[in-house]
Structures are given as C-alpha cells and as structure tokens.
C-alpha cells in the first residue's frame, strides 16, 4: 500500500481494512474526499467514523447507502457540499468471493495471474459519489479470486498525471503502466515492490515525484495455494 497526501502530512484519501464474521471476511475501503489538505483529511476522517458506526453492515451496497445518507445528513447549514467516492467490498477467505460496489470512484482492476492481466472490475457500477443524494442507492458485482491473483485500487491522482508537454495518462494509459510493471516482476513477487514499480512508472511519466492530487494505491493478492 502506498498513500501520498498532495500537501503536507493531511491528505483527503482514506484506506482502511477491517476483519468480520469471526475473522472469515475482509473488508476493503478505498474513499477520496473532495479536495487537499486538512479541509478534505476531516471529510475522510469522518467517513472512517461512519465505517466503525455501519461495521456491522453486511450487504456492501447496503453499506454505502447507509454512508451517503448519514454522510449528508451531518452536514453543517451553510457550509461547502462536501463530496467523496468510495470503493467499498468484502472477501471471503475461505471461498475467495470478493464482493464490491462503487460510489463514483474508479474501478479496480483485476489481475487474473493465469492470464497474466489487468481488467476493470464493475463495468456500469459508477454509483454517485457521498453527499449528492441522501436517498442514493448502489449495486454491488461478485467475482472469484482464483490463488495468485490479484486486486488493485487506486484513487484517480494516478490516472490523472500529465506528462511534461500536458496529455493525461488516463486509465487506458494507467492500466498499460500497470500490465507492463507486473509482467517485469517474478509471478509472487512482493505486493510491495509491485506498487513501488507501479509508482516509479507513472512518476516517470509526469517526469516528477510529486503530485499534484493525494494518491493511494492499494494492492491485494489471495495466497497461492
């Protein structure tokens, strides 16, 4: 796991994992709050407040409807609207089940280690982001993870890097970092020298070590057997 605040030690991303059903499930969060610095760190710290509050929420769609709304209902009269995407899912050690939902956030991407690539995870679950609609619901998408694969989550700093003459590296562009970087390392290779690659890529891009967004970049891989 890599996070990167764009300013300082107070960043807008949240990353959290929590374990539940005696130990069997894992829960996975991914969150980007709207804007930088300690304005955004107290939007995502509240999200964390709300995730312990919803623990105890099975359903993975249930629980980001249960976010957006009480997300919006403590908003302050008067004050900005305050917005955040969210990935969201929960895994079953035991089966490899792997169940997701989306609140506008970027799809992961899945690395099937038997075919030695990456593909999106959840086409059409786009969902709204925390904080539009009280009401919001959110469809949540299974899939099974075989040993060795693996899952990736991001926030969108490191789609949206510009090279030095100004062209965006994309998602398209973002997941050709991705293949390329995984397919140069031995198949078990530690999660971490793989998001380390992955984020030399993409510095070398933009042609700087800085970013401009907060960046986190989340990896998860099911034990070989």
Request: net charge negative.
């Amino acid at each position: 796991m890599i996070a990167l605040p764009s300013q300082g030690c107070e960043g807008g991303d949240l990353y959290a994992l929590f374990s539940c059903g005696a130990e069997r499930f894992a829960r996975v969060v991914l969150a980007d709050a709207v804007g930088h610095g300690f304005t955004a760190s107290g939007v995502a710290a509240h999200i964390h407040r709300l995730l312990h509050e919803y623990s105890d929420v099975q359903d993975i769609g249930g629980l980001l409807e249960a976010l957006s709304r009480t997300f919006q209902s403590r908003e302050r009269p008067g004050a900005p609207l305050q917005l955040a995407t969210v990935v969201t899912a929960n895994y079953d050690r035991s089966s490899g089940e792997f169940n997701f939902a989306y609140a506008a956030h970027p799809r992961m991407l899945l690395w099937r280690v038997r075919e030695r690539d990456w593909y999106a995870l959840g086409e059409g679950l786009d969902g709204l982001p925390l904080g539009v609609i009280a009401g919001a619901s959110y469809s949540q998408a299974s899939v099974r993870l075989e040993p060795g694969d693996m899952v990736m989550a991001f926030s969108d700093a490191v789609t949206e890097v510009e090279s030095p003459v100004g062209e965006q590296l994309t998602t398209p562009g973002f997941v050709e970092v991705a293949r390329s970087t995984a397919l140069g390392l031995p198949r078990e290779a530690p999660l971490s020298r793989l998001s380390a690659g992955v984020l030399d890529a993409v510095s070398r891009y933009q042609g700087t070590t800085r970013f401009k967004d907060d960046l986190t970049l989340l990896l998860l891989r099911r034990a070989p057997q």
